[in-house]
């Protein structure tokens, strides 16, 4: 085994950076704190702002720009750029001569990444945190990082393609549900006896399609305003659940398939603000237009249905193509931006914060924290209101 050198576990020297990954970096995760900090203040009202009446004015106002332009698309681009990044430290690394001692550093920040994960949630009290699913999905990576630019593609595609095919057949699973809980419901309000598989029904679609009551809104509020080991005890069923099942159902579609677009979209050198500026501008024109087209049919379709469980499982049939368009518009419409040098002061703003990414990530879930829980604002002030914050 060759011997790791102590300059291969340095951070990269700033003169050795890519500009341009750095200022998305920093784009992405500002982008991230617009869509985190409604789970961060707010109760059970993330995709559904009707839970809390969030369905006028100005707080519906901020629901449908996120859902149109964000929803997905700030997550998605910083895990783009995770998978770039992979390709960046790796190559550098072998370049280095670091042999096989590129997969110990490598292995290394990942394990280091799942930890900070664990710590985001359980100790700074985030349910909603990436690092650990960076971190989990991380450790499948190393063994890809040579293949072509087209084999990767295709991963990503099919990842893709699975995700959305579970999304559908959710969806039609709810449907028959719903059809034959309302069956059921007609049976017994003539006064027939109902089988098992009727009651059962009744029951399953009650559960999925019953929102929270204010009642029960209201005892989560209060679980979240005790000390900090009675809020960290109301979350844990939370933090339990995204850090198991939420991953496998959501996470390895969701994540892996951003994954390996980062590691193709690097080997492409798209991420490195090096492709012509039409190319930018047909990436963003038609991400933009056929992304927003899908966001606005999904925000239209719950929205004209009052928020329904049904419509919501319906639209979702779609997310994973139309956060895909979007973050792709983007990529282009960002990548414009860097190469036309304008705002240079907030360009090299955004620039340091990307060079920052995890430190700023982790301070997002202190800050927070300290002022929803640890100020006793949870669930106390409107959507609108938390970017006041």
Known sequence: MEPLTTNELKPTLKHARINALDVIRGIALLGILLMNINGMGLPYSYEDPSVLGHTEGLNYAVWF????????????LFTILFGAGVILLTSRLIDKGAGISTADVYYRRIVWLLLF?????????????????????????????NLPVKSLLIIAAVLICLGTAWDISDYHKNKTLKTEAEQALVLKESGAELDKKADDAIAEWEKI?????????????A?????????????????????????YRYGAWDILSFMFLGMA??????????KSVKFYVILALIGYAVGLSINYYEVNLVTSNNFDTLQISQA??????????ITLGHIGFFMLFIKSGILGFLQR?????????????????????????????????????????
Do not use: C
């Not at 979240?224 to 979350?235: A, V």
């Not at 979209?265 to 090096?274: C, D, P």
């Not at 779609?318 to 956060?323: D, K, P, S």
């Open 65 to 76: 720009a996120n859902e149109l332009f964000f929803e997905g698309t700030m997550r998605g």
């Open 316 to 325: 979702h049939q779609t997310y994973n193509v139309g956060r895909l368009f």
């Open 349 to 389: 703003g955004l620039a340091a914060v990307g060079r920052m990414a995890l430190s700023n990530y982790l301070m997002h879930s202190i800050i927070t924290s300290i002022v929803f829980l640890g100020f006793g604002l949870y669930g106390q002030l409107e959507r609108y209101e938390l970017y006041y914050v």
């Open 265 to 274: 979209f690097y080997k492409l050198r798209i991420l490195h603000g090096e």
């Open 117 to 145: 994960g664990l710590v985001n949630t359980w100790v700074f009290l985030w349910d909603g945190d990436i690092l650990y699913a960076y971190g989990l999905f991380g450790f499948f990576l190393f063994p890809f990082r």
């Open 223 to 247: 679980g979240m305003q005790g000390n900090y080991f009675e809020i960290q005890q109301e979350k844990a069923p939370e933090i339990q659940w995204m850090q198991t099942w939420f991953q």
């Open 209 to 221: 399609s019953t929102k929270k009551t204010p009642e029960e809104i209201q005892k989560h509020i």
